[in-house]
């Protein structure tokens, strides 16, 4: 039963293991009270119109059955306007978590963020703070102060590399022209995604176009 200093909590999330670790662990938590595990926002804001009881914060997924969770966040905030939203998601990108911010959530979590972690965020955020995982902080902190020129983050190798990529060439083709393996290259452009923080081919040479390289 719901006393009146427990945090009452709902959780939209489709992965019904991740559902049942998050139902289990935080019914065994006394301060917490989880009124509503749903699936979708669709469920979630079916259930809260005949609900008596309505949660004070949410963990939201991003990739759910139906409308997306950042989709969901202004829709869900129409309905409990002093609700605070967490988002409990894999995705990483800086343009999901620059959405879902903006959008009204008040703190970003990786979905591997430990349990105990996550009930320290549901605490933090009841007593009016915010948290961001450190992976999510450090995207949004690297988001906001200048942009050092990408030319200094690679090796001369690895912009040979990067210019055989752009010109259309196969990694095979690549190694043959440098000399090198085969290996030695997918492990070059491996570095280099990590460097410039890309993760495909396409974002490769678009940056490159863009002379961010």
Known sequence: MSSMNTIKLAIIEDDLLIQESLNDFFDAQSKVDCLHISSSVEDFLKVIVSSEIVPEIILLDINLLGMSGIDGIPLILKELPDVDIIMLTTFEDIDSIYKA????????LSETTPLKKILETVEVVKNGGSYMSPSIARKI?????????????????QKEI???????????????????????VRSHIKNIYKALEINSKAELIKKSYDNKL
């Open 101 to 108: 911010l903006c959008a009204g959530a008040c703190s970003y």
């Open 141 to 157: 902190v690297n988001r906001f102060t200048p942009k050092h020129n990408h030319s200094e983050v690679l090796t001369p190798r």
């Open 162 to 184: 990067v210019t055989g990529v752009v010109d259309g060439k196969s990694y095979k083709m690549i190694a043959n022209d440098l000399f090198v393996s085969l290996d030695t």
